[in-house]
């Protein structure tokens, strides 16, 4: 999720600036960057953006990066959606909210009648369970399936190895699953294992899309190129130059439940990842929207043009640095919490990023369970220090050989050599700088055995709920984020907030999680992030909200014709 994940307009910048970020953004309050939707549609518009580099995976059973998730929902959509000013999931392919058992562990919902692919085939309820028996199907190995394990069966059968285990016994494991998905009609049900107030959420995300069994099976392993990409969403993906564009055309097919269409007839996505020749592409009238960072605050200040075309978007992401536990020195927690001490993060933001607030806990402002009181993390060389001397001998002898590794830019290199001499200063390590390309790294950070030992990531969640942030990401069953942070104490903390139907105790035992998490110190948090952009005068109902434009509102934006 990576993550990491995404959203259009922070991605503009994410994959210029610092790393990947996992997952897809939440969403609390917002609405429409731009003044209005007065202005008269072009219908043949384009509207032309940057997703940064090519993305790793565009399965939306498997997908977890920001850029991933932003082709999914383009192409698809799920039973659910987020409503841009609440945050609250609201119906999308499905045509009410859905009908919830006395005991919370039934959700059923009904889809929309009439419903067609981009290819003119009916939507069926069977299409959203193949959907979700994918998520969870182990040889599916979907980066996001942890957030199916709610429904009964899912955790079991995706936790099998489908090379090793018995067939009998994997067989009898994903009817087990099946069966606790119900298709009956328009209706599809779920049994969960618990009561999950966020279950709702859950149904909105990309995890759950109605995947077309005849062209997975058509396509194999190449069924998302365009040919065989066919969703049910305000797009097709009609064109994939593969490290350069997407192209996206409207899908002639969809429609809300209110009967809107997509009013552009035409997305480009380009694949640009340096942030100066983005900017430069931006100010050459190449692209339509820039996401803003530091080196661009001087340029855009001096030019009265860009400066109105300045729009504020809400933060809703958190960066850390983060570490590999089960590999040397990573796995001695003296060490974790020596670096998590050792950067000084007002500084960073003073002198480097220029653009967000200062991190020492996980959860984002905005966020439930957002913690200010949390400051375990706080930047401290004496204690960073005495923290390191504790580490074992073997960690001590590891240290030698520590290298970051993060998603390489030009402007990537700068931020973390202001790591690099933070350690040197504080620490007395060198640690080592290690660029790769943003797709390989995408890749690596999606396996324990290939996650770098010390690396640099983001997070933003998927719905306003801390069950997101604690249980999704730092969970031991998590496969979200694969670093091997595993502690029980944690574990039965979050799982028992996760049920919780009382919001104050609810609230309590995440705010013991989330403490107890920035003292495990299996990442070091850094900075809260904001989002100004640039848009063009004839871009409308672009929305920036705190959800993120990768579960945005596509059907609402539009460009008018150029002046």
């Not at 003119?120 to 994918?134: L, M, P």
């Not at 190129?225 to 192209?247: C, Q, R, Y």
């Not at 809300?256 to 020749?277: D, H, R």
């Not at 923290?387 to 390489?408: E, G, H």
């Amino acid at each position: 999720m990576i993550p990491t994940g995404s959203r259009i307009w922070p991605l503009l910048s994410l994959m210029t600036l610092l790393a990947v970020i996992v997952g897809a953004c939440t969403q609390q309050s917002g609405g429409p960057t731009t003044g209005g939707g007065s202005d008269q549609a072009d219908p043949n518009g384009e509207l032309v953006t940057n997703m940064g580099s090519e993305p790793d995976n565009i399965d939306p059973q498997q997908s977890s990066f920001v850029e991933e998730i932003a082709v999914n929902m383009k192409v698809f959509e799920a039973l659910m959606t987020f409503d841009v000013k609440s945050g609250k999931a609201i119906p999308a392919a499905a045509k009410d909210q859905p009908k919830i058992s006395a005991d919370g562990k039934t959700y059923t919902y009904t889809i929309r009648d009439g419903l067609k692919y981009s290819d003119g085939k009916a939507v069926t309820a069977n299409d959203f369970k193949y959907g979700w028996q994918r998520l969870c199907d182990p040889a599916t190995a979907g980066n996001y399936a942890f957030t199916g394990y709610i429904v009964v069966g899912c955790d079991v059968w995706n936790n099998m190895d489908p090379k090793k285990d018995d067939p009998a016994q994997l067989a009898a494991a994903k009817t087990t699953f099946l069966n606790n998905i119900k298709v009956s009609g328009n209706d599809i049900s779920f049994t969960l294992t618990d009561p999950a107030p966020y279950f709702n959420s859950i149904a909105a995300l990309w995890v759950g899309v109605p995947t077309r069994e005849d062209q997975v099976t058509k396509g194999g392993e190449k069924w998302t190129d365009p040919a065989t990409f066919i969703g049910n969403g305000p797009f097709v993906l009609s064109e994939w130059k593969h490290n350069e564009k997407m192209v996206f055309t409207r899908n002639p097919n969809f429609k809300t439940a209110s009967g809107a269409t997509p009013k552009l007839a035409k997305w480009t996505q380009e694949m640009i990842n340096e942030g100066q020749v983005a900017f430069s592409a931006y100010r050459n009238d190449e692209l339509d929207v820039y996401g803003i960072t530091a080196e661009d605050l001087r340029p855009i200040d001096g030019d009265a043009a860009l400066k109105a075309q300045k729009v504020d978007g809400p933060g809703q992401c958190t960066f850390y640095v983060g570490f590999n536990t089960k590999k040397a020195p990573f796995d001695d927690k003296n060490v974790r919490v020596a670096f998590a001490k050792s950067f000084d993060r007002e500084a960073y933001i003073n002198d480097v990023q220029k653009i967000g607030k200062p991190a020492t806990a996980f959860i984002t402002p905005g966020i439930p369970g957002y913690d200010p009181g949390d400051i375990f993390q706080k930047y401290d060389p004496t204690a960073a220090k005495a923290a390191l001397a504790q580490a074992t001998p073997a960690a001590q002898a590891a240290l030698a050989n520590v290298k970051i590794t993060y998603a390489s830019s030009a402007r990537a290199k700068t931020r973390l050599e202001w790591f690099q001499n933070q350690w040197k200063t504080n620490l007395g390590l060198g640690v080592g700088l290690d660029p790769v390309d943003s797709t390989t790294y995408s890749q690596l950070v999606k396996r324990l055995d290939t996650t770098p030992a010390l690396f640099l990531l983001g997070w933003c969640a998927d719905y306003y709920d801390q069950q997101d942030w604690l249980t999704t990401v730092f969970h031991s069953k998590s496969t979200v984020t694969q670093i091997g942070y595993n502690n029980p104490q944690y574990d039965r903390l979050v799982t028992d907030a996760d049920k919780e139907s009382d919001p104050k105790k609810r609230d309590d035992l995440y705010q013991q999680a989330s403490r107890l998490l920035s003292q495990d110190a299996p990442a070091a948090w850094i900075y809260y992030d904001a989002n100004p952009v640039l848009e063009k005068p004839w871009v409308k109902n672009f929305y920036l909200t705190s959800l993120g434009f990768e579960q945005g509102r596509f059907v609402d934006a539009y460009v008018t014709k150029r002046s």
